[in-house]
Structure formats: C-alpha cells, structure tokens
C-alpha cells in the first residue's frame, strides 16, 4: 500500500510560481513504479500535468511543457512541481499519483494510488 500526501499549493498571482510536494510513503525500492501529477479543474476531467518513471524520464502535457518542471528526492521519499510562469487556467486540485505499471501512461485508469489533493488558485 502506497500513500501519497501533496503539501504546497495556495494562491499566486499570473506569473508567480510555486513547488508543490508529494511524501510517499509505503514504497518498497526495486519495485517498477510510474509517479506523477495530475490536476482537476472544477467541471473538467482530470488530466495529466507530468510523469516520471523509476528512471526519472519525464513527459508533461503540452500545456504546462518549459513552465512546469517534476522531480523527485528519493532520500526524502518526495516528489516534486515546481510550477514558474503561472496562469489562471493553471487553477486546478492538483493530484499526486502512482502506478505500478511498466509504461507510464496519462491514463487515470492506470493509477493505483492517488493523494488527497492541494488546490492551486491562479488571479490575474
């Protein structure tokens, strides 16, 4: 059982940027994992933002690619968001997600384990 818990979202104005964070805990090392963010607008299907496999290869949806940047620190057990040159359509709930899947794939199916959520709010 894999729990995930996202910290840092809050509200910035257009072109600010903020890091979100996602603890993971529960992971066993060796074992292939896919790990991600994915955001929810209000009336709008969840979408992918970026994922990482276990190799750290990134994608990111065309959206958010040269503003959004994912990382991870294994000795923290955190994954990251950093988010630069915000927009309000950026506003979303943003998700921490994994998958013990082979291939990474945006595909909200996939996803076995999902964190509770952090909002992220963007004025203009």
């Known amino acids: 059982q894999v729990q995930l818990v996202e910290s840092g979202g809050g509200s910035v104005q257009a072109g600010g940027s903020l890091r979100l964070s996602c603890g993971v805990f529960?992971?066993?090392?060796?074992?292939?994992?896919?790990i991600g963010w994915f955001r929810q607008a209000p009336g709008m299907e969840r979408d992918r933002v970026a994922i990482?496999?276990?190799?750290?290869?990134?994608t990111y949806a065309d959206a958010v690619k040269g503003r959004f940047t994912i990382s991870r620190e294994n000795a923290k057990n955190t994954l990251y968001l950093q988010m630069n040159s915000l927009k309000p359509e950026d506003t979303a709930m943003y998700y921490c997600?994994?998958?013990?899947?082979?291939?990474?794939?945006?595909?909200?199916?996939?996803?076995?384990?999902w964190g509770q959520g952090t909002q992220v709010t963007v004025s203009s």
């Open positions: 529960g992971y066993t090392y060796g074992s292939n994992y896919c």
């Open positions: 990482m496999n276990m190799d750290g290869i990134a």
């Open positions: 997600a994994w998958s013990w899947k082979w291939t990474c794939s945006s595909r909200i199916a996939d996803y076995n384990y």
